[in-house]
C-alpha cells in the first residue's frame, strides 16, 4: 500500500484548541511492507482537569488518569514509532498541532510529513456526501469496538486506508496519496485545483463554507502566498478557520488600496463569521503624550480613535494594554528614558533606574528638557501617530471606471461612484492601524490622485 513507513495517529483531548486543552489519550500504529510492525496506546494525564463534555463523548474519567503518565514520560516511546514514517489522522493538522505542541512543551522539534484520510476521502470518493470518521465508518462498515477511543480510531483509518487501496488500485490510490504530500497543509475539505489559478498580486480573497456561505474575508498584496500562509499556521484561530473552509474565491484589485477598500465592503456585506470574531477591536491601548513641568510624559489609556480626534498626542496603539506596557518597557530601556516619566513606576523622588545608572535623571532635573524631550520623540517616531494632512476629507481612485473612496483622519467614509454621486457609510467609522498604513503611503507616493470633499 505504501512503498515508506507511515503511522496512523489519533489522539484525544480535554478541548479542541492546542492552546488551552491537551492530549487526554494517543495511539499509534506504524505500518510497512504491508504489515503492522509496531503499535502504541495509551492514556495521558493531560495535567488539567477533564470537561464532562469530554468524559460523556470518550468515558475517559478522572480517576482513570490518575497513575497515567505525562506526555513528557511518553515521548521517546511515540517518536520512536514515529521514526522516519509520515503521520497519518483524520484532520490530520488537529492531531499533528497538539503533538507538536506537547514537543515544543519539552524543547523537541517535531516536523514529520503529513497526509490526512479526510482528504484521501475527498479525492478517492468524490461522489460521497461526508467524510468524518463516523460517517466513514457506517458507509464503509468499518469493524470498530470502542468509538472516539485512539487506538479504535486509529484502526478505523487503517482499514479505510486498505478498504481504499484495494477498491481503487494502486495507481489511482498512490497517486491521491502522492497528491496530497506534495500540498499537505491543505485544509482537509478544499480541493487543492482552486489554488492553481491564484496570483500573487494585489487583491481580496474569501473563504467559504460547504454552503459557499462567507466564513473569512481578507486582503493581501501577494494573494497565493497570503492564502496558502493561513493553511500553514497551526494557531487555534487559523486551524478553526481551516477546518470551515470548502472553497476559495480571489478577487484581484491591481492596487493594495483598492485591495483594503473592497475588503473593507465585503466584511460589511457579506458578515464573515470569523472576521467578526477576530478582527473587530472594540479599543486600543493609546500611548498618549503629556508633560510633567517641561518634560514629555506618557500614559497608556484606553480607548477609541474616532473621526475628529486630534492625532497629534497618540505616540502608538495597541490590541492590549499588555502589550502597550511591554513595549513601553522596550523603548524606555532602548532609550534610557526614565521610568517615573514614561508611567511605568510611581515615586515621589528619582526612579530606581537613575540609582542604577540606567536613567540620565530627568526625573530630578539633571538632564535638560530638551535633550530629554529629543531622545523621547526619537525613540517613539515610528509608533508614533501622523496628524490627518488636510482640513477636510479626500477623495482617492479606486479603479479605472472613476469610482473613489472618501477618507477623513485616515478612516474610509464613503465613496464616490462612477456617476460622481457621494454615498456615504451609514456605519460608524473605524479606525484599524493597519488601514492607517496604507491609506498613509497611499497618499505619500500618489499625491497627484487626491481630491478634496467639499
Known amino acids: 500500500m505504501f512503498s515508506y513507513p507511515v ?37 495521558i494525564n493531560p495535567e488539567t482537569y477533564i470537561p464532562a463534555s469530554i468524559t460523556s463523548l470518550t468515558g475517559i474519567r478522572e480517576t482513570d488518569i490518575v497513575d497515567a503518565p505525562v506526555f513528557a514520560d511518553i515521548a521517546d516511546r511515540f517518536a520512536e ?24 512543551m519539552i524543547g523537541v522539534t517535531f516536523h514529520p510529513r503529513l497526509l490526512c484520510t479526510v482528504r484521501l476521502s475527498r479525492s478517492l470518493y468524490k461522489m460521497e456526501k461526508g467524510h468524518s470518521l463516523a460517517v466513514l465508518i457506517a458507509r464503509h462498515d468499518i469493524p470498530f469496538t470502542n468509538r472516539h477511543r485512539a487506538l479504535d480510531d486509529a484502526r478505523a483509518i487503517l482499514y479505510f486506508s486498505q478498504l481504499a487501496f484495494e477498491q481503487h488500485g494502486a495507481d489511482a490510490f498512490l497517486a491521491a496519496v502522492q497528491h496530497q504530500l506534495k500540498s499537505q497543509s491543505l ?25 459557499q456561505q462567507p466564513v473569512y474575508v481578507g486582503k493581501s498584496i501577494t494573494l497565493k502566498k497570503r492564502v496558502m500562509s493561513h493553511f500553514q499556521d497551526v494557531s487555534s484561530k487559523e486551524l478553526k478557520i481551516s477546518q470551515s473552509v470548502h472553497h476559495v474565491e480571489t478577487i484581484p484589485t491591481g492596487s493594495e488600496l483598492a485591495a483594503l477598500i473592497l475588503e473593507s465592503k465585503l466584511v460589511k456585506e457579506l458578515m464573515p463569521l470569523y472576521n467578526h470574531q477576530l478582527r473587530r477591536v472594540s479599543s486600543y491601548a493609546l500611548f498618549i ?131 460622481g454621486e457621494v454615498v456615504y457609510d451609514a456605519d460608524e467609522p473605524h479606525f484599524d492601524i493597519d488601514e492607517y498604513k496604507i491609506i498613509r503611503r497611499f497618499i505619500r507616493e500618489n499625491k497627484g490622485y487626491i481630491q478634496p470633499i467639499e
Open 81 to 104: 514509532i514515529m521514526s522516519g514514517a509520515v503521520f497519518i489522522a483524520h484532520n490530520v493538522r488537529f492531531d499533528y498541532s497538539f503533538i507538536k505542541n506537547e514537543f515544543a
Open 187 to 211: 485544509p482537509p475539505h478544499l480541493d487543492s485545483k482552486e489554488l492553481e489559478s491564484i496570483e500573487n498580486v494585489p487583491g481580496v480573497y474569501i473563504f467559504k463554507d460547504e454552503m
Open 289 to 419: 503624550k503629556s508633560h510633567d513641568g517641561a518634560y514629555a510624559t506618557i500614559q497608556i489609556k484606553q480607548g477609541i480613535v474616532d473621526t475628529e480626534m486630534d492625532l497629534d498626542h497618540i505616540y502608538g496603539m495597541y490590541s492590549g494594554r499588555t502589550k502597550a506596557k511591554k513595549r513601553l518597557e522596550e523603548i524606555t530601556r532602548g532609550f534610557q528614558l526614565c521610568p517615573k516619566l514614561m508611567g511605568l513606576e510611581k515615586t515621589t523622588g528619582a526612579c530606581f533606574s537613575y540609582s542604577l545608572g540606567r536613567c540620565k535623571g530627568a526625573c530630578v532635573g539633571n538632564e535638560s528638557p530638551d535633550l530629554y524631550n529629543r531622545r523621547f520623540e526619537l525613540a517613539l517616531e515610528h509608533s508614533r501617530l501622523e496628524s490627518w494632512p488636510f482640513d477636510a476629507p479626500i477623495s482617492l481612485p479606486v479603479n479605472t471606471k472613476g469610482e473613489r473612496v472618501i477618507i477623513k483622519n485616515w478612516m474610509i467614509q464613503g465613496y464616490v461612484d462612477e456617476s
Open 7 to 43: 503511522v496512523f495517529v489519533d489522539i484525544e483531548t480535554t478541548g479542541g484548541s492546542y492552546r488551552n486543552s491537551r492530549i487526554l489519550e494517543v495511539a499509534a500504529i506504524r505500518y510497512e511492507n504491508g504489515v503492522i510492525t509496531d503499535e502504541f496506546s495509551s492514556l
